[in-house]
T-cell receptor, first 114, second 111 residues
Framework: ETGVTQSPTHLIKTRGQQVTLRCSSQSGHNTVSWYQQALGQGPQFIFQYYREEENGRGNFPPRFSGLQFPNYSSELNVNALELDDSALYLC?????????????FGSGTRLTVV | GENVEQHPSTLSVQEGDSAVIKCTYSDSASNYFPWYKQELGKRPQLIIDIRSNVGEKKDQRIAVTLNKTAKHFSLHITETQPEDSAVYFC??????????FGKGTLLTVNP
């Protein structure tokens, strides 16, 4: 069983609303990355947090924001939801920010915007 | 930034045949190349990976090859089984310290 947990598992929101998704990283992992996976596509990098600081951002607008807490858990916030934000949101934690190995993905949050 | 291209987008094989999926990457500094299997509605699961100082790696029926000069890497599955049916993603970890994924290959193994 993976050590990365995400909540909620499913969520339905109305266009224009705001949403917060949560991720608890695997024990000992100080780096959390968030990905958006639209239907039929590969995961797209949103941003990464390392020791509570944003450490890289993909091609997503500012209405996508995040936080990392002292226990290395993380939140993804999306404001002014659009229909195209409907996707599976994946969180991955890793032990070392400079290494790609050791990524552990959570089960994801399925967000539907109507 | 890094760009990863994956082919084919769909692949259908008969049970027992081999399947090959190919990826190319753009960032010559990329040093780690994982492959993930994703079943419908589930998280991506790492099935095999390779680091840039290795040319080939094998794990039972699955193997990955890497050509750093050409900047491409491939997944090989031998003796395919129906339970191998899933979407497979390649990824590359580059100089920007993030994983960049390909668009995926839907593999169907027909009994």
């Amino acid at each position: 069983e993976t050590g990365v947990t995400q909540s909620p598992t499913h969520l339905i929101k109305t266009r224009g609303q705001q949403v917060t998704l949560r991720c608890s990283s695997q024990s000992g992992h100080n780096t959390v990355s968030w990905y958006q996976q639209a239907l039929g596509q590969g995961p797209q990098f949103i941003f990464q947090y390392y020791r509570e600081e944003e450490n890289g951002r993909g091609n997503f607008p500012p209405r996508f924001s995040g936080l990392q807490f002292p226990n290395y858990s993380s939140e993804l916030n999306v404001n002014a939801l659009e229909l195209d934000d409907s996707a599976l949101y994946l969180c991955a934690s890793s032990l070392e920010v400079r290494a790609g190995y050791g990524y552990t993905f959570g089960s994801g949050t399925r967000l539907t915007v109507v | 930034g890094e760009n990863v291209e994956q082919h084919p987008s769909t692949l259908s094989v008969q049970e027992g045949d081999s399947a090959v999926i190919k990826c190319t990457y753009s960032d010559s500094a990329s040093n780690y190349f994982p492959w993930y299997k994703q079943e419908l509605g589930k998280r991506p699961q790492l099935i095999i990976d390779i680091r840039s100082n290795v040319g080939e790696k094998k794990d039972q029926r699955i193997a990955v090859t890497l050509n750093k000069t050409a900047k491409h890497f491939s997944l090989h599955i031998t003796e395919t089984q129906p339970e191998d049916s899933a979407v497979y993603f390649c990824a590359a970890f580059g100089s920007n310290y993030k994983l960049t994924f390909g668009k995926g290959t839907l593999l169907t193994v027909n009994p």
